[in-house]
C-alpha cells in the first residue's frame, strides 16, 4: 500500500482518487500522525508528500519524519511536498519575490530522460496547475533537473539512485491534463501490479470492522439513502447482528419509501432494524410553523432526540455507524486537528456521537461517492437503488413551502411519484442529479370538464450538478413538460397548475426552502 503524507492542500484527495483510478490501493494520514513508528509499523511501498498552505520556512512548519528518505521505497514530493524534500535533504527554498505562480503554466523537458515522465512531452511541452508562493532556489545533491517552467526552473526534479521524485505544479488535478500519467509511471516504478479492486477493499473493510468492534454492539441510523444503506450493508456483512439499524420514518418521506426500506433491509437483507415510525411526534412539533430556519431547527432536534431514544434501548451499544464518505472527512477534517482550512462544516460528521458517549465506525471514510457505488454493486444492492438521486434529511417539508399539512403532504407524495415515474419513462432519471416536486402555498382557479375548481399549484424541479454546490436546471423538452403537467393534473387529486422551475443555483438553491 502506498502512504499519503497530507500536509493540508485542498487536493490531496485527489491524489487517492487518481490512484485508485490506477487500482493502487493508498491511505491519506495527516502529518501530525505520521510518527516515525506509524511509518514503520504501516510499511508503505512508496510515499506520497502533498502540497500545503505552509512555508517550509516558517519555524514549526509541517516535516515528515526523517525516517521517509531511509525506508528505502520510492518518495514522490508535491508542491509543499517538493519543498519540504528539498528543505530536509540539502537543498534551498525561498520566498516568492515574483516568483509565485497560480494557475496554468507550461513545463518543458530537459534533455535527459526519466522514467516518471514516459508519454510526456510528445507535444514538446506539457501544461500544469502551479499553486505556489515560495519556490526551490537550489535542489538537494544528489537530484536533477528534467523539467522547468518559466517560473520554476526547478519544475521536475529526481534523484534517480534513491528514487525521489519532486514536482512543483499539481499532477492530480485536472488542469494538468496529463497529470494522471505521472502518477501512473510513478507506482509502476513502485512495483505496484495494479490489481486493486472494490471486492479487495469489501474483504479489507470487513477484517478493519472485526477488528475494530469486536464482540460489541453496533448501532446505525439508516436513512435509505445511498452511503448509510452501504455503511450499514457492509457492517452487516461483517457483524451480524451485532448491528441494530434505526430507520426513523418521520412523516416526510416520498410514496413508498418506508415500506422500501423495510422490506430490503429487514427482509431481504435480515437486518435488525427498528421502524422508528414518530410521524406525530414530527408532523405535531411542524404544526403551524412556515418558517424554512424554524422548520430545519425541529426536524435537525428531533431527529436527534429520537435516535438517542431508540439506541438507549439497545442493550450495550458502544458503535455508532455512520456512512461519512472521503469529501465529508476533508471538509471537516480541521475540526479534528488536520492541516486543512476549513471550507464548511458537514452535517454527517459530529454532533451525535459526543453526546452520545458513542465510538464511530465509519467504514467509508477512504471512498468518494462513485465508488461507494461501486462498492454498493459489489455487495449486491440493486442498481436501482444505488443510482437515486439525493434526499434532504428534512425531507418533504423543505418541498412544501410554509406551512405544512397532512393534506398537503399527501398531494405532494402523488405529484412527485408521477413526475418520477414520467422521467424514469423517459429515461432521464441518470442523466438528472436530482428531480422533485415542490407544492406551492397557493392555490389556483382552474376549469375542469365543466366545473371550476380551486387547488393547489405545484413547482416541478430537475437539476444536473457534480456535486449540489451548483445546479443547472434540466433542458426537458416542451413535449415532456407539457405530458407531465396533463398526467399530474389529471391523476392527482388537489393539484390544477404545473409549473417548472428554471432556476439555477446560484442564485437559487436547489431545494424550496
Ligand atoms: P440546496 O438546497 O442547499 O441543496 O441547494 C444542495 C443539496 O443538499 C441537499 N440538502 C440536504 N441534505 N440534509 C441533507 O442531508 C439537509 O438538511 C439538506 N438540505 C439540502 C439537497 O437535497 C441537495 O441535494
Redesign the pocket.
Known amino acids: 500500500r502506498l502512504l499519503i503524507i497530507d500536509f493540508g492542500s485542498q487536493v490531496t484527495q485527489l491524489i487517492a482518487r487518481r490512484l485508485r483510478e490506477l487500482s493502487v490501493y493508498c491511505e491519506i494520514h495527516p502529518y501530525q500522525n505520521v510518527t516515525s513508528e506509524f511509518l514503520i509499523g504501516f510499511a508503505p511501498k512508496a510515499v506520497i508528500l502533498s502540497g500545503g498552505p505552509a512555508s517550509v520556512m516558517t519555524e514549526g512548519s509541517p516535516r515528515p519524519p526523517k525516517e521517509v528518505f531511509n525506508l528505502g521505497v520510492p518518495v514522490l514530493g508535491i508542491c509543499y511536498g517538493q519543498q519540504v524534500m528539498m528543505h530536509m535533504l540539502g537543498g534551498k527554498v525561498e520566498r516568492g519575490h515574483g516568483t509565485a505562480e497560480f494557475g496554468r503554466a507550461y513545463v518543458t523537458p530537459e534533455d535527459a530522460k526519466l522514467p516518471l515522465l514516459d508519454g510526456w512531452f510528445d507535444g514538446g511541452k506539457e501544461q500544469v496547475w502551479m499553486s505556489h508562493g515560495d519556490h526551490v532556489s537550489a535542489i538537494a545533491p544528489g537530484f536533477e533537473v528534467y523539467g522547468t517552467s518559466p517560473n520554476a526552473p526547478f519544475a521536475i526534479t529526481a534523484d534517480t539512485e534513491r528514487n525521489f521524485y519532486a514536482v512543483q505544479f499539481h499532477p492530480e488535478v485536472h488542469h494538468t491534463p496529463n497529470g494522471a500519467k505521472l502518477y501512473e509511471n510513478f507506482i509502476k516504478l513502485a512495483g505496484f501490479s495494479g490489481d486493486w479492486t472494490m471486492g479487495a477493499y469489501r474483504e479489507q473493510a470487513i477484517e478493519a470492522i472485526r477488528k475494530q468492534v469486536g464482540d460489541k454492539q453496533v448501532i446505525c441510523g439508516l436513512s435509505g439513502g445511498v452511503d448509510s444503506s452501504v455503511a450499514a450493508v457492509l457492517i452487516h456483512e461483517a457483524i451480524g447482528d451485532q448491528l441494530t439499524c434505526v430507520f426513523v420514518d418521520h412523516g416526510l418521506l416520498r410514496k413508498g419509501e418506508a415500506e422500501e426500506v423495510v422490506t430490503m433491509f429487514r427482509d431481504h437483507y435480515n437486518m435488525k432494524l427498528i421502524h422508528a415510525d414518530e410521524q406525530e411526534l414530527f408532523l405535531g412539533a411542524l404544526d403551524g410553523q412556515a418558517d424554512p430556519e424554524t422548520k430545519?431547527k425541529i426536524i435537525g432536534g428531533l431527529f436527534i432526540d429520537v435516535f438517542q431514544k431508540y439506541a438507549n434501548e439497545i442493550d450495550g451499544a458502544e458503535y455508532l455507524a455512520q456512512g461519512t464518505l472521503y469529501p465529508d472527512v476533508i471538509e471537516s477534517v480541521s475540526f479534528s486537528g488536520g492541516p486543512s482550512v476549513t471550507i464548511k462544516s458537514h452535517?454527517n460528521v459530529g454532533g451525535l456521537p459526543e453526546k452520545m458517549g458513542l465510538k464511530l465506525v465509519e467504514p467509508l471514510r477512504e471512498l468518494f461517492k462513485d465508488e461507494v457505488r461501486a462498492l454498493g454493486t459489489e455487495l449486491g444492492l440493486p442498481k436501482s437503488f444505488i443510482g437515486r438521486h439525493?434526499?434532504?434529511?428534512?425531507g418533504l417539508a423543505?418541498r412544501c413551502p410554509g406551512e405544512i399539512t397532512r393534506a398537503k403532504l399527501d398531494i405532494l407524495r402523488e405529484a412527485d411519484a408521477v413526475y418520477i415515474d414520467q422521467i424514469r419513462k423517459h429515461g432521464l432519471y441518470d442523466e438528472i442529479?436530482?428531480a422533485f416536486v415542490a407544492i406551492l402555498p397557493v392555490r389556483t382557479v382552474g376549469v375542469m370538464g365543466d366545473g371550476r375548481t380551486y387547488d393547489y399549484a405545484c413547482a416541478l424541479r430537475a437539476v444536473t450538478s457534480v456535486d449540489?454546490m451548483t445546479?443547472d436546471y434540466y433542458p426537458f423538452s416542451h413535449e415532456f413538460l407539457g405530458e407531465t403537467a396533463t398526467r399530474i393534473i389529471n391523476e392527482v387529486e388537489g393539484i390544477n397548475r404545473v409549473t417548472y422551475d428554471i432556476t439555477s443555483?446560484p442564485p437559487g438553491?436547489?431545494?424550496w426552502e
Open positions: 430545519r452535517h439525493p434526499f434532504p434529511g428534512p423543505i442529479w436530482q449540489g445546479a443555483k438553491t436547489i431545494e
